[in-house]
């Protein structure tokens, strides 16, 4: 099952580091930074969640509604994507932007602040949402400083706008008894968690570079305070017995926080794992890099994925070494 949006992020290549990780048995999972759900789709698709409670939370306003209206309105959500699809495939670009400025229209007044809700909510928010996704460079959300969604259209020729039966399947994934969507911040949805839970955290990413920078999921950012807030939060969880999972960039700073004696104590390990770098506003710079998986499951868990990094590390090493 995959997911039906983009996320800049999106932990669908990752997928084969984390499933070591997966504890054989849990009683709840809880994703505090849901994105494209790329894990929970994962999870819910091979029956891990089968009789499990889920948990799946996110600050973007937009983003839960546009889950909770496929959830609960599933065809009229797949009608209106559909017409939008055609439209699209008449008009092109102007249809985008028409339908960004309709969507900023409907989302005015409440989702420009961290704490505000959207006011583009049920189906056609979503259809619209979805579209926007779809269609939008390179599947980013972005919001400006006043809370305006500004990403440009995206250049395809083709684009996969409305796939009925994936967006059924994801539809019925979210159905399943036990689930929850909610708007949270992580560390209210991260209190909480302890002895029997699973959790996944997959936060924007510490930027590696001052031009990489990219956590405008929200107006206010993701910022590096709040990046040593989920630290804490994550050591809680670990502590109380929760296992934990958290996939981030290899940014030094990061791999500082979770290699400190409160973390090491909490039972949490740094690993690093090869990805691939797909959002970049030039095509040269999108390739392997080192990303962080962190986790307190068992530390043999993550050895294939580290031979994999091993043996991959000397030729990423000489394609950077070529490049300069």
């Not at 949270?184 to 968690?193: P, V, Y």
Request: glycine share 10%; charged share 25%; net charge positive.
């Amino acid at each position: 099952m995959r997911p039906f949006l983009k996320w800049a992020g999106g932990k669908r290549q990752l997928l084969p580091a984390l499933r070591p990780c997966y504890p054989a048995a849990f009683d709840r999972y809880i994703e505090p930074f849901l994105g494209s759900g790329a894990v929970f789709f994962d999870l819910s698709s091979s029956h891990r969640l089968d009789g499990r409670r889920a948990v799946l939370a996110d600050l973007n306003a937009d983003l839960i509604s546009c889950y909770q209206a496929l959830r609960d309105d599933t065809d009229a959500v797949i009608y209106l994507l559909a017409a939008l699809e055609r439209k699209h495939r008449a008009r092109g670009d102007a249809c985008y932007y028409e339908v960004r400025d309709r969507f900023n229209e409907a989302r005015a007044g409440g989702a420009g602040k961290a704490g505000g809700a959207s006011r583009a909510g049920g189906a056609s928010g979503a259809a619209m949402f979805i579209y926007l996704n779809r269609t939008g460079f390179n599947g980013l959300f972005r919001l400006n400083r006043a809370g305006t969604f500004n990403v440009p259209a995206g250049r395809y020729a083709n684009p996969t706008i409305c796939d009925a039966g994936q967006l059924r399947a994801c539809a019925a994934a979210l159905q399943q008894p036990g689930v929850t969507l909610t708007r949270r911040r992580f560390d209210g949805t991260l209190a909480d968690a302890g002895a029997g839970d699973f959790v996944y955290c997959d936060p924007p990413y510490a930027p590696l570079s001052a031009t990489s920078l990219f956590a405008h999921y929200t107006a206010d950012g993701f910022t590096l305070e709040d990046h040593e807030r989920l630290q804490a939060s994550i050591i809680g969880a670990a502590g109380r017995g929760a296992v934990v999972v958290l996939s981030n960039s290899s940014a030094p700073e990061i791999e500082s926080a979770y290699g400190s004696r409160a973390a090491r104590k909490a039972g949490l390990r740094v690993r690093r794992v090869p990805a691939r770098r797909a959002i970049n506003s030039r095509a040269s710079a999108r390739g392997p890099v080192d990303e962080l998986i962190i986790t307190n499951a068992p530390v043999t868990a993550l050895d294939v994925p580290l031979r994999m990094a091993r043996a991959r590390a000397p030729v990423a090493a000489a394609r950077r070494a070529a490049q300069r």
